[in-house]
């Protein structure tokens, strides 16, 4: 489902250019639940910046099914990303819109009609257990709600990819662990391929089948959950 090949990115910086990724290979089965692990700097943020495009890789390619994401013209950008739903460490919800408009908010822009969107919308909701949510605002919810709000709204265009990037670090341990239940049941019921970015071991223990380690800009160590907890 997702196949990167010899990525890499460098920024150029006062002390010179900095590696940030070194031709990084990862492939990601179609319905797998994995976790990407590492330390801060390792380059996590910057490979989510060039899956979902925000930054242009110096070499290499992303595919998410047949669809090649590297070099991709403006026009044709909108559409892929819509292949890929985006969850937040700080849930980045419009605070002035409802739950209902802020999940509505991809369809809207993807020019859906109304009754596509109270629809899709209503679904989605249902599945993050905010059914009754709908007319609230971000204020009005808790920090796991806010994450349930960011999960709908990544999940109302039916992407084929759930990528999540440190989507549980600004939770306490026990809505961590629901919103990794949440997601391991998404992962479940609609098969869909979901990606955990994340500096913590709590969340591939929890929530992963597989695991990828990311240091110094590539990945050095892939396999199970299970194998990977077998080692000290
Ligand atoms: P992580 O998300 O794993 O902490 P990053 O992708 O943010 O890693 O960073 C990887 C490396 O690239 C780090 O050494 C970081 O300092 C550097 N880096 C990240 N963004 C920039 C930038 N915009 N300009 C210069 N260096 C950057
Ligand atoms: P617009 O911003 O274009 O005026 P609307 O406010 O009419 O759009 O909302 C678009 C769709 O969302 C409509 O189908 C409407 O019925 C539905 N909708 C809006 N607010 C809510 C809400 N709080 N609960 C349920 N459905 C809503």
Do not use: W
């Not at 070194?22 to 797998?32: A, C, F, I, M, S």
């Not at 801060?40 to 930054?55: D, M, P, Q, Y």
């Not at 709908?134 to 994450?147: F, I, T, W």
């Not at 109302?156 to 990037?165: A, G, K, Q, S, Y």
């Amino acid at each position: 489902m997702i196949s990167i090949r010899g990525l890499s990115k460098a920024y150029a910086t006062p002390s010179g250019k900095l590696q940030a990724l070194d031709g990084l290979n990862l492939t990601v089965e179609k319905g797998d639940i994995i976790g990407i692990i590492g330390f801060s700097g390792a380059g996590k943020s910057t490979l989510v910046r060039c899956i979902n495009r925000l930054e242009e890789p110096d070499k290499g390619s992303i595919a998410i099914g047949d669809t090649v994401l590297t070099g991709l013209k403006e026009s044709q950008l909108r559409q892929a990303r819509r292949k890929i739903g985006m969850v937040f460490q700080q849930f980045n919800l419009f605070e002035g819109k409802t739950v209902f408009h802020n999940v509505a908010f991809p369809l809207k822009v993807a020019g859906c009609d109304k009754a596509t969107i109270r629809k899709r919308v209503c679904e989605v909701l249902e599945l993050v257990q905010l059914g009754d949510k709908e007319k609230a605002y971000p204020s009005q919810l808790s920090g796991g709600q806010k994450q349930r709000v960011g999960i709908a709204r990544a999940l109302v265009n039916e992407p084929d990819v759930l990528l999540c990037d440190e989507a549980t670090s600004a939770l306490d341990p026990q809505t961590t662990y629901s919103i990794l239940e949440l997601l391991r049941d998404i992962n479940r019921k609609l098969e869909l391929t979901v990606v955990l970015i994340t500096h913590e071991l709590d969340v591939l223990q929890h929530a992963c089948n597989n695991v990828a380690v990311i240091e110094q800009g590539k990945i050095v160590e892939t396999g199970s959950v299970d194998k990977f907890f077998l080692y000290p």
